[in-house]
């Protein structure tokens, strides 16, 4: 019964063997490819600043270079670092990226490890001076911004954090100063307007919110004293040349040290390996440039950060990311990677089974005809044996026909009838023999 079963699968092989295999290989690749190695998704959200700020032009420029790789890129306006930073550490995440000022995690409000952890870095972005600008005659120190109007953006916003921060080693309370929401464009215009006395504000040289306060109020940044006291007490600060002319002609009118961050690139921790590592290479695009502070080539960074870095990212800029993404587009490289990884292990294990199966089938069925040519073999020698009594005779003819018998029942296939046949020849041949012994 058991080599009936066995020669039936054998002989239907293809339904019962190989079909079954075939779908059971499908079925794991599309597990793994699935649970395992899932396409990145193909939209990211970008939590900017305002729409006159330089983060915004940044996430604009980002959303450029992902649509060359089919990468959708949904900007969402706020109100500064601590916004974003909220979006990317709430559960579950309103944001992929972000850009986040210096220091923001000795600044902000939002401060606490469980944030940290669920956020990365990409690495430092750019360099961003805290600028300040004033209608008062002679200001030079911080200090002397008690019981002004000062802009620094709305509350929760990093420029007031920030501004809270520096002001709070000259005893300046928050009560003490008369705080603005008003940033950007629209603190220019105030300023212009005598509206505001003040305006400090932390933003990139290109920022369109820089400009419009050298443009239009026709101010200039102001140099602080004892800044390099300042820069000392807060770890994320460092002074830096604002050269002469650097900003235009005359702007500055002279050589100006002032206070710069760092502008880092932030990350959900469980965005995929494979966008955080085209993030690193979309911000190699967008911030490799030179700048007023730095040169060509100086970022992205991976550097001293409130945020732990992305081993992605750091792979990336080492020259170590996958090759199959230097040399094809995103998504052609996904699919490879994926059945090079999945499908090829999957194919080769499926190949041996396809193979292996009714190869073994085969083994089994070629055995059973070796063990009735072996039976067939102690028949002739006892055969040979002189003096065969009758009852020997009839035990020898009882085993040939249950031999004969148990082939007849084995349906073999077609690759395995011309063993058959020969075997029934060599069991008609000991018969004759059998039969002119009993007939002597």
């Known amino acids: 019964m058991e080599v009936s079963l066995t020669a039936l699968v054998y002989r239907h092989r293809w339904l019962w063997i190989r079909m079954p295999i075939a779908v059971l290989a499908l ?15 193909a939209r990211l959200v970008f939590s900017a600043g305002l729409p006159d700020g330089a983060y915004h032009q940044h996430a604009r420029r980002y959303a450029e270079e992902f649509a060359r790789h089919g990468i959708a890129v949904e900007i969402l306006e706020s109100d500064g670092s601590a916004l974003n930073l909220e979006r990317l550490a709430a559960v579950p995440a309103q944001a992929d990226l972000a850009l986040v000022q210096g220091g923001f995690g000795w600044s902000s409000p939002i401060d606490d490890s469980a944030s940290v ?11 961003e001076a805290v600028w ?18 000062l802009a620094a953006g709305p509350t929760g916003s990093g420029h007031r954090a920030l501004a809270q921060r520096l002001l709070r080693p000259y005893r300046i309370r928050p009560d003490d100063i008369r705080w603005s929401p008003l ?11 005598g509206e505001i006395d003040s305006v ?14 050298l443009e239009g109020s026709g101010q200039l940044p102001i140099g602080l004293s004892q800044i390099r006291k300042v820069a000392l007490n807060h770890n994320f600060l460092e002074p830096r040349l604002l050269a002469q002319d650097a900003l235009g002609d005359g702007k500055p009118a002279r ?27 979309v911000a190699t695009e967008v911030h490799g440039g030179e700048g007023v502070f730095h040169r060509a080539g100086d970022f992205p960074a991976l550097r001293v950060s409130d945020f732990p870095g992305s081993i992605e990212a750091r792979q990336t800029y080492a020259g170590l990311a996958d090759p199959l993404h ?8 996904e699919i490879v990677f994926r059945l090079l990884v999945v499908g090829l292990p999957v194919l080769i294990g499926a190949w041996l089974l396809w193979r292996a199966v009714p190869a073994w089938l ?46 007849d029942r084995i349906r073999l296939p077609e690759d395995l009838l011309q063993r058959q046949y020969q075997l029934h020849q060599h069991i008609g041949f000991v018969r004759r023999r059998l039969e002119r012994m009993r007939g002597r």
């Open 255 to 281: 050589d100006t040290t002032v206070l710069t961050t760092p502008t880092h690139l932030l990350v959900r921790v469980d965005l995929h390996p494979s966008l955080k590592r085209l993030a690193a290479r």
């Open 117 to 127: 952890a669920r956020v990365q870095s990409l690495g430092n972005m750019d360099v």
């Open 132 to 149: 300040l600008f004033s209608r008062v005659a002679g200001l030079h120190s911080l200090s002397q911004l008690k019981g002004q109007r």
């Open 183 to 193: 940033t950007g464009a629209a603190a220019a215009t105030a300023l212009r307007n």
């Open 326 to 333: 230097r040399w094809l587009p995103f998504w052609w490289a």
């Open 27 to 41: 079925v794991i690749f599309a597990l793994l490819w699935i649970r395992t190695f899932p396409l990145p998704p």
């Open 200 to 213: 400090l504000m932390v933003a990139s040289p290109s920022s369109p919110a820089v400009r419009a306060l």
């Open 362 to 407: 085969r083994w089994r069925l070629n055995r059973q005809i070796a063990q009735t040519y072996g039976e067939l073999r102690f028949i002739e020698d006892d055969l040979n044996s002189s003096g065969l009594s009758p009852l020997e005779f009839h035990r020898v003819s009882t085993r040939l026909a249950a031999i004969e018998q148990s082939l």
